[in-house]
């Protein structure tokens, strides 16, 4: 009987012009959103590329100067000494002229959400200095897009795809009460709660098979490479989040309908349900984790830097000597009785390091408290995010596709790690006074992003995902039980 | 006639549990957003402050050291906020907060508070103004999509006009209907943000405002103006109140949370800025800073020598060291000028850009003027910076100064500059451009929503006019 129910609706919605209205918009929206998110990770590419050509440009450069130094010292037939300053010094490769890129790649499914990666910047010049020098944010994005928000496949199944549904939807059954014809269909040994699924059902099809058709239609003719590591698995999730949040607000439509009222009125409830998931509740979560876990004023951090710099400066030389004690590796035999001997006292590549250590140990509780709060804020939002399931939705999407915030410190880690052994290799070389070499230029570490695995996205999505599931199920069914008593008359 | 309808309006949306919840619902939120961006001003300015005094303390305490040294070791300047800011955070959280001021270039600011946000702030900020231009447009909605096409689904329409009412009367009271509710709502909200202030900040602060303040207020209500009309036109032309409502709804949807990714999206097609990588590399390849110093030097002091007609270096009155340093930051300078000029006027286009895109939808307009309004706009942004700029110039050019004056000596990187120095330097302040400048900066946005609003006045009469009865 289903099935009838089922063939009847899509017969008559096939023969509905809006509905095909409706789907055309659909395709042309997915199709917009698709193109905008390809341009975007197009851009990021095209970032790296221009990272990699100043990187090879820069180091061209150096080598060639070292190699200049190298020959010229050979033809005068003079030892090479330590440089004060200049290509073979540690500090000109390591602090200045060498930095090198810690670069994120586009994400696995960036195409499909621009998520975070509109603010977070996806590259570092990494130095030998401390973390606080290079780890500033460039402006990647304008500003007014920002503001506006991105137009990505993310946004229409957050924003637009629950509207197509309640546009198809609010009128289930109210339309067929006042056209007169629910009676008459009732008459026929059909319970209405069975009418209610085979409407949902048809309409669910359509929505859910053009959202899914449209989505990979436009990522084949937009040229979407794929074929990273882990997309097709991430692929299979977008398909089931989408499904699933579909499901969610076809339910809460079911509900609103069983209660009977006329279309108009269904039409303002859903209205007001969507206003409140989708804007009203998410901005009061971000409302509240700001406000009650404001992060310390960034002025503050920078005026407390400054201090600290100030300091480091005064205690000028003396800060060697506290150096060595704390790094006996780097004090060479002969300067362990007078660590900040004339070898280093004058020396502002040494100098610099060592500040550079004395000021962010310095900073390491201000840093702290900083991190503390942020991640308060991020607990707070991951546990309210349970009252909307469009903030669920959003960062399931965010992290299925890479675009989000678990990514990005999966990176942010990995460049702490860069950073360290980028200074392992250099501060030896200014603390040992040894200069570099034309052939170093080939051997410096680099930065390789490593992916993170799939699995870890499934456990981290399988909670919310479940939540959704849950609260669908759960509305879903009492929505059906409300048919029992609907007024079919009156 | 026209106040007796109005007043039949009033009352009966008044009565409407719907109006009451939403309206309540709408008032709270209005009132969270004041005081909760009130209070954001207010600790921002504090911080302010203090942080303007340290700065200052830490220039002046940095001890005795080479005036370059001092230029290096530079100055920060953080970008003030208006009290209106309290209503409208505007790009502010997309704009970095602190500026560093140092030797040889120029930078942006840095630290932008989006970035230290989770993504639910994606969703949008509970300010006043995202209040009033969002939700209120649907409160309006809510009033006015059953004022015709409800009265005649009820078959009451035909009973108002045999009453002979005048159809423009009509439309006025209408109007004036759905207006009356709404003022009910924000009369008081608007009051207790003003004692907030006044309790907050001290009266001084706003009086300050009050001009921009003024403005704003017009601007708003041109906007609900605007939204009354459309509203009434849908609503006499719908063949039913539902799909009234449904047209509404999809406008409302359209203007709120479409038009804007879509006008910035043109804009940015049609005015697209490098990227920070690109940016830096233009700059890189003409800016030298410390670069190719033998090279720079070089080059000064062959010039001096011809000059100064010497063939010795040491005969010549000045360090050519020192005024290859000088000159070169008169260089760079104007070289950052150019690309960051380049820059601000690509997002300043894009802005224009933007604005047109209010043909379509009001709220670009109501945006981007309250925005300006509000000093949280881009032209405000850049308008601090480049103020900024010239102080760091003048900073900079007093410290290089200073070792040019110290003559022909080999010792000028040896020489310390003293807190006698550093005092010669004025403290950074900034002010803001007055209400002219920041409307001028939305002149396509004033215009489009004058625009909107006369059209609205001519046609809501018009189409109420031939109004179907059945």
Not at chain 2, 106 to 119: D, G, H, M
Request: with cysteine; proline share 4%; aromatic share 10%.
């Amino acid at each position: 009987m289903l099935t009838r129910i089922i063939k009847h609706e899509w017969r008559n919605l096939t023969a509905d012009r809006t509905a095909w209205v409706v789907l055309l918009l659909f395709a042309l929206v997915i199709g917009y959103a698709l193109f905008k998110g390809q341009a975007w990770a197009r851009h990021q590419q095209s970032a790296l590329a221009q990272m990699e050509q100043d990187e090879q440009e820069r180091y061209g450069e150096i080598r060639k100067l070292i190699v200049e130094e190298e020959r010229k010292a050979t033809a005068e037939g003079k030892p090479l000494t330590y440089p004060a300053w200049g290509p073979r010094h540690p500090a000109y490769v390591g602090i200045w002229r060498g930095q090198r890129y810690a670069a994120l790649p586009p994400a696995p499914l960036a195409p499909l959400a621009v998520g975070q990666s509109d603010i977070y910047p996806n590259h570092f010049k990494v130095s030998a200095g401390m973390k606080e020098s290079f780890l500033i944010a460039q402006e990647t994005e304008s500003p007014f897009k920002l503001l506006a928000g991105q137009f990505d496949l993310a946004f229409v199944i957050i924003y637009f795809y629950p509207l197509l549904i309640l546009a198809l939807t609010f009128n289930l059954v109210s339309s067929e009460k006042e056209d007169g014809t629910l009676q008459m269909l009732l008459s026929n040994r059909l319970r209405l709660r069975n009418i209610v699924l085979g409407k949902v059902a048809a309409r669910a099809l359509i929505i859910f098979l053009s959202a899914i058709a449209f989505s990979f239609a436009g990522l084949t003719l937009s040229g979407a490479g794929l074929e990273s590591d882990g997309a097709i698995p991430r692929l299979l999730l977008w398909v089931c989040a989408v499904t699933v949040y579909g499901a969610f607000w076809f339910a809460l439509s079911v509900a609103i309908n069983a209660l009977g009222k006329s279309a108009a009125t269904n039409a303002l409830a859903l209205a007001a349900c969507y206003l409140a998931i989708v804007v009203v509740i998410p901005s009061l979560v971000n409302l509240g984790a700001t406000t009650l876990y404001p992060v310390p004023s960034r002025i503050e951090f920078v005026n407390a830097m400054r201090a600290e710099t100030q300091e480091a400066n005064r205690r000028g030389s003396q800060l060697l000597g506290k150096y060595f004690e704390d790094h006996p590796e780097l004090a060479k035999p002969e300067d362990t009785k007078s660590p900040f001997s004339k070898t280093g006292e004058d020396d502002f590549a040494m100098l610099s390091m060592a500040k550079d250590e004395l000021v962010a140990r310095q900073m390491k509780p201000l840093l702290e408290r900083f991190d503390a709060q942020l991640s308060h804020q991020h607990q707070l939002v991951n546990r309210f995010r349970y009252l909307s399931p469009a903030i669920l939705m959003q960062s399931l999407l965010y992290d299925i596709t890479g675009a989000g915030v678990e990514r990005y410190q999966h990176f942010l880690r990995q460049v702490d790690e860069y950073h360290q052994s980028w200074r392992r290799y250099f501060s030896p070389r200014i603390f040992e006074k040894r200069a570099l070499v034309s052939d170093d230029m080939a051997n410096l570490p680099q930065f390789q992003f490593a992916e993170e695995g799939v699995s870890a996205v499934i456990r981290r999505v399988s909670w919310p995902g479940l939540a959704i599931v849950s609260l669908t199920t759960l509305i879903g069914y009492a929505g059906l039980r409300g048919y029992r008593r609907f007024p079919v008359v009156g | 006639m026209i106040i007796r309808i109005a007043r039949k309006e009033f009352t009966e949306m008044i009565r409407d549990g719907r109006f009451r919840l939403a309206g309540a619902i709408v008032f709270a939120l209005l009132v969270v957003a004041l005081l909760t961006g009130l209070k954001r001003y207010v600790d921002v300015s504090r911080q302010h402050a203090v942080a303007l005094q340290t700065q200052r303390d830490l220039w002046l305490g940095q001890g005795a050291k080479n005036p370059h040294s001092a230029a290096h070791y530079g100055y920060y300047a953080f970008k003030p906020k208006l009290a209106l800011s309290a209503l409208d955070q505007g790009l502010d959280p997309y704009l970095g907060v602190s500026l560093f001021l140092e030797a040889h270039k120029q930078n942006t600011a840095n630290y932008r508070p989006v970035e230290e946000a989770t993504p639910v702030q994606r969703f949008g900020e509970l300010t006043a103004a995202a209040t009033l231009q969002g939700l209120i447009p649907l409160l309006i909605v809510l009033l006015a999509y059953a004022a015709f096409a409800g009265e005649r689904e009820q078959r009451t329409l035909r009973q108002l006009l045999s009453l002979g009412v005048d159809r423009k009367d009509l439309a006025l009271g209408k109007a004036l209907g759905v207006a009356a509710p709404l003022l009910v709502l924000l009369i008081p909200a608007a009051a207790i943000g003003g004692t907030a202030m006044a309790l907050h900040s001290g009266a001084q602060s706003i009086t300050m405002d009050l001009p921009r303040l003024a403005v704003m207020i017009a601007v708003y209500v041109m906007y609900f103006a605007v939204f009354i009309g459309l509203a009434l036109i849908v609503s006499a032309l719908a063949p039913s109140s539902r799909l009234a409502l449904v047209v509404l709804l999809g406008f409302w949807f359209f203007n709120c949370l479409v038009a804007a990714r879509i006008a910035s999206d043109a804009a940015k097609a049609w005015r697209p800025a490098p990227s920070a990588i690109q940016f830096n590399r233009e700059i890189a390849k003409e800016a030298k800073g410390h670069g190719e110093w033998d090279d720079q030097v070089k080059a000064v002091k062959t010039r001096l020598m011809a000059h100064h007609n010497v063939t010795d270096v040491k005969l010549l009155p000045v360090n050519p060291e020192a005024v290859a340093l000088d000159e070169g930051e008169r260089r760079d300078a104007l070289i950052y000028e150019k690309h960051f000029n380049r820059l601000n006027d690509i997002y300043q286009s894009q802005s224009r850009v933007y604005q047109a895109g209010a043909i379509f939808a009001p709220l670009l307009a109501v945006q981007t003027l309250s925005m300006g309004l509000s000093g949280t706009d881009f032209a405000q942004h850049r308008h601090f910076n480049e103020a900024a700029e010239q102080y760091r110039r003048t900073l900079v050019n007093t410290l290089n100064q200073e070792i040019v004056a110290q003559g022909n000596s080999e010792l000028i990187w040896d020489f310390k500059g003293d807190r006698s120095l550093w005092e010669k330097i004025a403290p950074f302040s900034y002010t803001a451009p007055g209400l002219d400048w920041a409307l001028g900066n939305h002149t396509p946005s004033l215009a489009l929503l004058l625009l909107w609003l006369v059209v609205v006045a001519v046609v809501t009469p018009l189409i109420v006019a031939r109004v179907k009865i059945d």
